[in-house]
């Protein structure tokens, strides 16, 4: 017997006893009197059993620590045994309510300031639940792919400061569990706490949320509470709800067909069994010794530039596994301390060995490779440092322009230059198979798992910050990003709730002459979004790295996010934006461009004439553009083009030198 039951027996005033025994008595009146008691008992262990069961419980959002919309009336929900009364008391205010046939529950609580107080709730029914440290603010939805999900631990080289000086107990994040639903909307959330930004408790914050709340907080001394619910890799339909996609031709008969369970699992076995993990063939590890061991001797190995892609020196069309060895030079002075190597960026996989020990490795291309190195590992004079690289497709090898070296103490090590390199395994190329259904990236998966549990819960706005995973379809993004924006609005019941998006940054290969992009067409899409009414954009093609699709500087995103919230969401007036294209008239062969915040005058970030124009013909045939700024106008042309019909700024994956900018 659960002790729970035994103590609530015991409490009743009947001693347990075993039943069984009590059948065994004679057939006289103590036989009934046993029946009777037998009957009781088992009367008294099913109530009991089923409150065990329908105990009130609330969503993992409701929670010691939040955050709670301040100046709008709020809902507060749960769960509950059917026909259950349930006593929600905010402070010394009651508010009193019973379950439905369906054991859910609902009290409205007023509008509250904010009070800089701690609060506590408690919801009663047949048991108390209490919830502690809970602040009046502004709470903000923020959701997206990897560069919200993007951490402070994982830039903790870049904003090291920030995070040692982090002491803002009234900042606080709800991180949403990554989960999948396809079948259709979840009641609640499997689990989640609020966390302070204290400290080391900083590091799972989201960078970008993390800097939007710190300059929120900062002006306004109201405390700001984050929910963050991103995804890296998401496509925006998986954001969407069902209603929400029902205009999309394309994307709804995929999630209808999805909730056919039987459908998604045979899909999902068929895949795995056609694709079954590949055994590794290394000759490197069958070796003996194997090629990290210090006791191997090398032969036959050839010469490859550290950072460089083994594709771009002299290898062609390798996806396999290619070992790079390098022996250096380590001063007595690093040895015995706490050391450290940084490997910029490596495409696909690695594993580093130092004088024969792993001390560590990364399984894909987007983490920055900074591993520690433990102070018995490094040796005065010769260090071998060995790296295991495995390539699935694309090149493979280092990323350039990246940080190579390994320090310790105040000494550091460049671990650029010449390597040597041979092949382990190289993988036969394979022809089509069937592939698994990525639940995450599935229309309205992630919508109805990490969203709609949220949606009673009262917010000031979203940041919104997605996209690179649609740019392979950035005419779609025309109509999805409005779509998610007025979905949400239906589904907080919040008409005028501010939005505020960022548009993608630069990223990829410099091109030095006009071409197309779908990188600019998306962000063309999000510029048109803000037709619709209380949103806002921030700009940031300025804060791209070329070759990392996640750029390490997170903190102008957020702030520039924070700028925009001032003016959409507080009424501050402020310029919060660069200039944005309004319109362009033609005079001769010049096109004069107008554009909106063009704060107290357009300048450009070099003193130099703008860059980043190109005008073209009735032919659509681009080039670059003469240009100069008159006023608050921006005048483009073209000798050899007498007759303009079109103009693009800084239309490109990653635009050279977009140096337009206002003075603020």
């Not at 791209?544 to 750029?551: M, Q, T």
Request: hydrophobic share 40%.
């Amino acid at each position: 017997m659960k002790t729970g039951l035994l103590k609530r027996s015991i409490h009743t005033g009947y001693k347990m006893q075993n039943p069984a025994s009590l059948c065994r008595e004679p057939r006289t009146r103590n036989y009934f009197y046993a029946m009777k008691r037998i009957v009781l008992i088992l009367g008294l262990l099913a109530m009991v059993t089923s409150a065990g069961f329908t105990q009130i419980r609330l969503p993992a959002i409701v929670s010691d620590g939040m955050v709670l919309q301040r100046d709008t009336p709020l809902k507060i929900w749960g769960w509950a045994s059917p026909g259950e009364k349930v006593i929600v008391q905010f402070d010394q205010k009651k508010y009193t309510t019973k379950t439905g046939a369906d054991g859910k529950w609902r009290v409205s609580l007023p509008a509250m300031p904010a009070d800089g107080l701690a609060h506590t709730l408690t919801a009663r029914g047949k048991n108390i639940l209490a919830v502690t440290d809970i602040l009046l603010g502004d709470v903000w939805f923020c959701a997206g792919q990897s560069n919200m999900v993007h951490q402070m631990n994982i830039h903790d080289v870049t904003y090291a400061n920030d995070i040692k000086e982090a002491s803002f107990p009234h900042i606080r994040q709800f991180w949403v569990p990554n989960t999948t639903r396809l079948t259709g909307p979840a009641e609640e959330l499997p689990s989640g706490q609020w966390v302070s930004a204290v400290g080391d408790k900083v590091r799972p914050f989201s960078a970008v949320a993390y800097f939007f709340a710190r300059a929120l907080y900062q002006k306004r001394g109201v405390p700001v509470g984050i929910i963050n619910a991103s995804w890296g890799g998401t496509p925006i339909e998986a954001w969407i709800s069902e209603d929400g996609l029902k205009k999309f031709n394309d994307i709804l008969p995929v999630l209808l067909k999805n909730k056919d369970t039987a459908y998604v699992n045979q899909t999902n076995r068929a895949a795995a069994e056609a694709n079954p993990p590949r055994l590794s063939d290394d000759v490197g590890l069958k070796s003996s010794p194997q090629w990290f061991e210090t006791a191997y001797q090398p032969k036959g190995w050839k010469s490859v530039y550290v950072p460089g892609y083994w594709e771009d020196q002299g290898v062609r069309n390798l996806d396999g596994v290619v070992w790079y060895r390098k022996e250096i030079d380590i001063p007595a002075s690093m040895v015995g301390k706490q050391a450290g190597v940084w490997l910029g960026r490596i495409i696909d996989a690695d594993e580093l060995y130092i004088n024969g020990q792993k001390v560590g490795g990364s399984g894909y291309m987007y983490p920055q490779r900074r591993y520690k190195v433990a102070p018995h590992v490094l040796k005065a004079g010769k260090n071998l440092v060995v790296v295991r690289v495995t390539n699935h497709g694309g090149k493979g090898g280092f990323v350039p322009d990246k940080p190579y070296c390994l320090f310790a103490g105040r000494d550091t090590l460049d671990l650029k230059g010449t390597w040597h390199y041979k092949v382990g395994e190289v993988f036969e190329p394979i022809g089509p198979r069937p592939q698994a259904i990525a639940l995450q990236n599935q229309p309205a998966a992630l919508y109805n798992s990490m969203v709609h549990p949220l949606v009673n819960y009262g917010i000031k706005g979203v940041l919104w910050y997605q996209g690179e995973s649609n740019t392979v379809r950035p005419e779609q993004y025309d109509t999805l990003l409005p779509a998610l924006i007025g979905d949400w609005r239906k589904r907080w019941e919040k008409p005028e709730l501010p939005v505020i998006f960022a548009q993608l940054p630069g990223f990829m290969e410099y091109n030095y002459l006009p071409s197309e992009s779908n990188w600019a067409r998306h962000r063309e899409a999000t510029l048109k979004t803000l037709k619709v009414p209380y949103t806002a954009m921030t700009v940031n093609i300025d804060l791209g790295e070329w070759n990392d699709v996640h750029p390490d500087n997170k903190k102008d995103v957020g702030e520039r996010m924070a700028l925009a919230a001032r003016k959409l969401a507080y009424g501050e007036h402020l310029v919060y934006s660069g200039p944005l294209f309004r319109s362009a008239s033609i005079e001769g062969n010049r096109i004069i461009i107008s554009f909106d915040h063009p704060g107290s005058g357009l300048v450009t970030s070099d003193g130099e004439a703008p860059a980043e124009f190109a005008i073209a013909g009735e032919d659509k045939k681009f080039r670059w553009a003469q240009s100069r700024i008159e006023g608050e106008h921006v005048v483009v042309w073209h000798d050899e083009i007498p007759e303009p019909k079109y103009v693009r700024y800084a239309w490109a994956d990653n635009p050279v030198n977009p140096n337009l900018f206002n003075r603020e």
